[in-house]
C-alpha cells in the first residue's frame, strides 16, 4: 500500500496561482503512475491530471491543458501540481491518487488504487 499526503492548498484571488504538493510513502517502489483529481461541492470526481511515475509522461485534462502542470520529484517520492491563472471554477477538494497495479497513466478514477486524504483550493472572484 502506498500512503499520500496533499499540501498546499489554500485561497487565492482569480488569476493567481498555487502548488499543490503529494508526498507518498509506503511501497512507493510499486508506483505505476500518479494523479490529480478534483472534487467540487455538489459534484463528481474529476480527472485534472496524471503521470508516468517512470517515464515523466503526462496527461492533462482539457480544462486545464495551458494552465495546470503535473510533475514529479522520484527522489522525493513527490507529485506536483503547478496551477497558474486559477478561475473560481478550479475551486474544489482536490486529491492525489496514485496507481500501484500498472493500469498505466489514466485519467479514469477506478485505476488509482491509493488516494490522499485532499486539499481544498478555492479561487475567490
Known amino acids: 500500500q502506498v500512503q499520500l499526503v496533499e499540501s498546499g492548498g489554500g485561497l487565492v484571488q482569480a488569476g493567481g496561482s498555487l502548488r499543490l504538493s503529494c508526498a507518498a510513502s509506503?511501497?512507493?517502489?510499486?508506483?505505476?503512475?500518479m494523479g490529480w483529481f478534483r472534487q467540487a461541492p455538489g459534484q463528481g470526481r474529476d480527472f485534472v491530471a496524471a503521470i508516468n511515475w517512470s517515464s515523466g509522461g503526462t496527461l492533462h485534462a482539457d480544462s486545464v491543458k495551458g494552465r495546470f502542470t503535473i510533475s514529479r520529484d522520484n527522489a522525493r517520492n513527490t507529485v506536483y501540481l503547478q496551477m497558474n491563472s486559477l478561475k473560481p471554477e478550479d475551486t474544489a477538494v482536490y486529491y492525489c491518487a496514485a496507481d500501484s497495479k500498472g493500469w498505466g497513466t489514466s485519467g479514469i478514477e477506478s485505476r488509482y488504487d491509493s488516494w490522499g486524504q485532499g486539499t481544498q483550493v478555492t479561487v475567490s472572484s
Open positions: 509506503g511501497r512507493t517502489f510499486s508506483l505505476y503512475s
